[in-house]
């Protein structure tokens, strides 16, 4: 403030010289004609010889400025400084992020590897103790004798528990095609009792008559030596296991005749696997 105060007393001591210097040059009257008379009449000056003094001294107000100005340049290095330390703990903060991630998701991947694990454990220990059905079937004689036809079976428990039956059927039929048909009416059920145990293992039955008839004819029999005609048996199996699951057997066979005769003109034979690979699944 008083800096400003000293230029404006300089700035007035100036204009005040100019109009000093301006008086003694312009303001002079002009001359009449009567004072030409005495041209050697002594002309008046005015000398200045001090200027008034101008000072340009700083005083506390220009210190408080600068000392206020290098106070915000600290300020903003101590925030610049403090931006960064924050920016570093932010980084610091994201690389142990991502490493506990990477550790998370080990850990989800043990643990997973882990259930699996324990649940192939689980697998195998039911697997080894349910109860487990197979449908096999005794050849038959051949050419069958007289009266009705009697095909036997036997229904074999493997495992250490038992096998509770649901339903179940087997059925024996004639038709002139190698390959079983698709009939709906599965009749009549399996005789064998409700509940196999490891006691009785093996449970042996019979299906008397082959569908649509009881007997073989003399005829059907020749056309099942030509291969003009075909015996078929199929049957399911439907069971519970000890530890409350589903499980199902079934079973499709064809008899076949061998293609040589024995010794004493006879042919014997043996059950082959017909149909899909559904139709003879064990779960």
């Not at 259930?115 to 096999?136: C, I, K």
């Not at 008839?213 to 030509?226: F, G, H, Y």
Request: aromatic share 10%.
């Amino acid at each position: 403030m008083l800096y400003n105060l000293s230029r404006m007393q300089g700035l007035a001591a100036g204009l005040l010289l100019f109009a000093l210097i301006s008086t003694a040059a312009f303001g002079q009257p002009a001359e009449s004609p009567g004072s030409r008379a005495a041209p050697n009449t002594p002309s008046q000056t005015v000398k200045i010889s001090d200027i008034p003094p101008i000072s340009v001294a700083k005083d506390w107000s220009d210190q408080a400025y600068w000392l206020f100005t290098l106070f915000l340049v600290a300020v903003g290095a101590l925030q610049v400084f403090l931006l960064w330390g924050n920016l570093r703990a932010i980084e610091r903060q994201a690389m142990q992020m991502e490493r506990q991630t990477g550790i998370l998701e080990k850990s989800v991947a043990l643990a997973e590897k882990s259930a699996d694990t324990a649940r192939q454990n689980v697998e195998m220990f039911v697997n080894r103790e349910r109860g487990h059905l197979r449908v096999e079937l005794t050849p038959l004689l051949w050419p069958p004798p007289a009266g009705t036809i009697k095909v036997s079976y036997k229904v074999t428990l493997y495992g250490a528990t038992e096998a509770y039956i649901s339903s179940s059927c087997a059925r024996v039929e004639i038709t002139d095609s190698s390959e079983p048909g698709d009939d709906g009416q599965w009749w009549p059920a399996m005789s064998i009792p409700q509940v196999i145990t490891p006691d009785h293992r093996v449970q042996e039955a019979q299906v008397q008559g082959v569908f649509p008839k009881s007997t073989l004819e003399p005829s059907d029999i020749d056309a099942i030596d030509a291969g003009r005609k075909f015996i078929h048996f199929r049957g399911f199996v439907k069971y519970d296991d000890v530890f409350g699951a589903e499980r199902w057997t079934r079973c499709r066979r064809t008899w076949e005749l061998a293609m040589l005769r024995n010794p004493d003109g006879t042919r014997s034979g043996h059950w082959s696997k017909r149909g899909s690979a559904k139709d003879n699944s064990e779960t």
